[in-house]
């Protein structure tokens, strides 16, 4: 035998990482366990069995929380939560410090604690999700050390329930407990039902480090527990899992006023131009799809290859398959572990057998055959609209089709409801910074692919669920403005002499794509002065108008790409055109609402949209330092179409206010004007016209918001919709919102200080982060 023959033939001796400190540590427990709440382990209860997905072996029981459970942990969670958040930022600096500490001295018994409980290959668990995990509670160390200096004006949301999925366990904790507890929350948390052990051991963790009881509280169970947690008494559900799950959350909490993030599933493409570096290339698709057993929300799970390199990229591949090691996760050699589960393997296996189209190559090396494994597949030669292309089948099953062009590329890449991630690879500068920002997608690899850090925002766009994490972006999702909100007065049902009219004389009109339309059905609203005095007509907007208005600003998305330069000029404009016409506005807005503040209503107008044009080319984002040979620009881009119902207490202030920053920022807007006092924002049109607005950037309804919101709300092509209607109609916007899980941003009944509210939070709202991985560096 030739040393070269050796080299090819040589088979690796197994290497397995001991579990007896695990093994020992779970029978410290008995192999039983209770919740952990109030900083205490309860007694086992009616459990449920937690198996190694591997041998099958039994590891331990954990408890099915009931009702009373869920109660007791959000109760010990609410005590704790004042004076936690009054410890103040370097206060909680101490006990994040602390944690990773701990975290990094108990890595080992983690790591195999997650490869046992997972099926993991420990070569994961102990090289990424782990350090991973510490790396988070370091860096939210230090966010808690700054947040006082650096966030001044927000405060800590109160009790958090998080609820995590089994792919990630103690990394997805790791991710939604360390930003909560840095910005001044108390947590009750609920792991998967098939993977609850790393955050048990967690909980005995924070018992060491001393954290507060009551501040972090793990209760265990299956999908009705989660559903207890959602429905609890706590300020914020964060949820990580799949889009069926997240879309029945957000109909759940609509109307709750709860804040929500969600990160939901995907379908990611990963794409491969003919001037990419072929091998690299391969290698990154090990990781993409076969990390993790292709158990990864944004697994690369679309190989799009460009034609002319095709055959011979897959050719690579299927050589590259047929080398991996798949077996005893324990074992240090192992490339691919074990599923999560029998369910989930049989979930694959019956994907992967419904499917005729293509063809099917599965690795040709030797797997168990017992335990939950499934070998490396590659489905080659679908069409983008069959199913395995579509549908996420959450194992280690790549499927693939080809493109000629860079454009046809997008066009695959983009079809898919999901939205987020993309990893793209080409030699060529020019054209990857070229496409990047044309992946829907909320998180782009250049010539890399499944890189995360603390200090880079991760999230989708889309059905991939909204809110960020990571990063100071990922903070938001834990804090609010400080609260000064008061109750609003509800605006008292239309009484009988609102009905409407088909009078359409001297009525002002809808303003849609750049022109006054009549509303589609013909009808008109009289507006009237709190005396119950005539001012004036306006239409009556139903849901064709909106349609319509919805279609104008798609229309118009070439906005998005104009520069902050031409919108700023343009904002500047109009607050000239209004500066004109400011006392007549003023005698408009006192007539309507009755009071002598209009001239004041109108300065402050003046100043949003100065304020917004001088953000209009400020928004850049930053480049989050990560600890690779790389850069993650951390991008702020346009939602799209926002649709917005314009509030009532300040009628053309809250239309300014909401508008101005949203244009500013690339948007295109459908405004409900405000239902009581209307006729502000129809004398705006004028303004509009006068001030170089692009038709169909802006477009403004009026109407009763009761009959535009619902189809805003659900409509497929609204990315997102804000009310601020004095009618309560946050619970039936929300709930309409699942359908395409459209961020939403409602006042929950409350009313807004117009005047004071701050641009930096309206300007959150108005952009979408985006992260682009990028090669940088020495
Ligand atoms: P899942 O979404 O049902 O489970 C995730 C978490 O949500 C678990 O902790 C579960 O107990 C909880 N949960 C389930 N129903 C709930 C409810 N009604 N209210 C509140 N919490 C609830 O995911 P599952 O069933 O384990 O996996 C199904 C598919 O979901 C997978 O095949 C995969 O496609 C996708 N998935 C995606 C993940 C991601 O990271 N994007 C993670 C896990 C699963």
Same mark, same amino acid.
């Given at each position: ?73 959000? /109760? ?67 966010? $808690? ?290 496409? $990047?920002? /044309? ?46 909100? /008061? ?270 509210? /701050? ?20």
């Amino acid at each position: 035998m030739t040393v070269k023959e050796k080299f090819e033939t040589m088979d690796y001796g197994p290497a397995p990482e001991s579990d007896t400190e695990a093994q020992a540590w779970l029978e410290s427990f008995e192999r039983k366990f209770g919740h952990f709440i109030d900083g205490a382990f309860t007694a086992p209860g009616p459990a449920f069995d937690s198996r190694n997905p591997a041998t099958g072996a039994l590891l331990a029981e954990v408890t099915q929380a009931r009702q009373e459970d869920v109660y007791a942990a959000v /109760k010990a969670a609410r005590r704790a939560q004042g004076k936690w958040a009054a410890l103040g930022g370097p206060g909680r600096a101490r006990h994040l410090y602390a944690l990773a500490r701990l975290l990094q001295k108990h890595a080992r018994l983690f790591s195999v604690l997650e490869t046992l409980d997972t099926g993991k290959p420990i070569r994961e668990a102990r090289d990424i999700d782990i350090p991973l995990v510490q790396r988070h509670f370091y860096y939210h160390a230090g966010m $808690a050390q700054l947040m006082e200096d650096s966030l001044p004006d927000v405060e800590p949301l109160g009790v958090c329930g998080q609820i995590i999925p089994w792919n990630f366990p103690l990394l997805m904790l790791a991710w939604k407990v360390a930003p909560a507890l840095a910005m001044g929350n108390t947590v009750v948390l609920k792991p998967a039902e098939y993977t609850p052990l790393t955050a048990l051991l967690f909980a005995e963790i924070t018992r060491q480090a001393g954290l507060p009881k009551g501040v972090v509280n793990i209760v265990t169970g299956d999908g009705t527990v989660g559903e207890m947690v959602v429905k609890a008494d706590v300020d914020k559900i964060a949820f990580t899992g799949s889009t069926a799950v997240g879309r029945r959350i957000r109909e759940v909490t609509a109307g709750s006023g709860k804040a929500l993030t969600l990160e939901l599933g995907g379908k990611s493409p990963y794409i491969v131009f003919d001037d990419a570096d072929l091998d690299s290339a391969v290698e990154g698709l090990v990781d993409a799809i076969w990390f993790n057993q292709g158990q990864v929300c944004c697994a690369g799970s679309r190989l799009l290859v460009q034609e002319s390199v095709a055959e011979d990229f897959h050719a690579r591949l299927r050589r590259r398959m047929d080398r991996l090691r798949i077996g005893d996760p324990l074992d240090k050699c192992i490339d691919v572990g074990a599923v999560v589960d029998p369910v989930q393997l049989a979930r694959i296996t019956e994907m992967v057998e419904g499917n005729t189209a293509g063809e099917r190559h599965v690795a040709g090396i030797s797997v168990p055959t017992s335990g939950c494994f499934y070998p490396p597949t590659l489905i080659s030669g679908l069409g983008p609209a069959d199913s395995l292309m579509q549908e996420e089948i959450f194992g280690p099953v790549l499927v693939s089709c080809t493109f000629r062009t860079p454009d046809e590329a997008v066009a695959l890449a983009n079809n898919t409801r999901y939205g987020l991630a993309a990893t793209l690879w080409s030699e060529n500068i020019n054209l990857a910074l070229d496409i $990047a920002p /044309k992946l829907a997608a909320g998180v782009v690899w250049i010539n890399a692919t499944n890189l995360f850090d603390a200090a880079a925002p991760f999230g989708g766009v889309r059905e991939s669920g909204f809110g960020r994490e990571g990063g100071w972006e990922g903070l938001t999702a834990y804090t609010r403005p400080k609260d000064t909100r /008061k109750q609003l007065k509800q605006r008292a049902a239309p009484q009988r002499n609102e009905v409407a009219t088909t009078v359409i004389d001297r009525t002002a009109k809808l303003y849609i794509g750049g022109k006054q339309a009549r509303p589609d059905n013909g009808h008109s609203l009289p507006v009237r002065d709190p005396a119950g005095r005539l001012l004036g007509h306006v239409g009556q907007g139903s849901r064709k108008d909106v349609r319509n208005a919805v279609e104008a600003a798609r229309g118009a998305s070439a906005w998005a790409r104009t520069t902050g330069h031409l919108r700023a000029q343009i904002l500047y404009y109009m607050a000239e055109n209004l500066s004109a016409r400011a006392m007549e506005f003023a005698a408009r807005i006192d007539a309507m609402t009755g009071g002598r503040k209009g001239a004041q209503e109108v300065e402050f107008c003046l100043d949003r949209l100065f304020t917004a044009a001088a953000w209009a080319d400020k928004v850049d984002g930053r480049t989050a330092g990560v600890p690779i040979r790389g850069v993650a620009l951390a991008m702020k881009e346009p939602v799209g179409v926002i649709g917005a119902i314009c509030p009532d207490e300040a009628p053309l202030l809250g239309l300014m206010s909401l508008m101005a920053p949203a244009i500013a920022m690339g948007n295109r807007v459908v405004l409900a004007a405000s239902e009581a006092h209307p006729l502000a924002a129809t004398d705006f049109y004028q303004v509009i016209d006068t001030s170089d607005v692009p038709a169909g950037v802006v477009n403004i309804l009026t109407g009763r918001h009761a009959d535009l919101a619902p189809t805003l709300a659900a409509h497929l092509d609204v990315d997102a919709v804000w009310s601020f209607s004095s009618t309560d109609l946050s619970a039936e916007i929300e709930r309409a919102s699942a359908g395409n899980l459209k961020r939403t941003w409602v006042n929950d009944g409350f009313a807004t200080d117009w005047a004071s509210l /701050k641009m930096r939070c309206i300007l959150n709202h108005a952009t979408e982060d985006r992260t682009i991985w990028i090669p940088y560096g020495a």
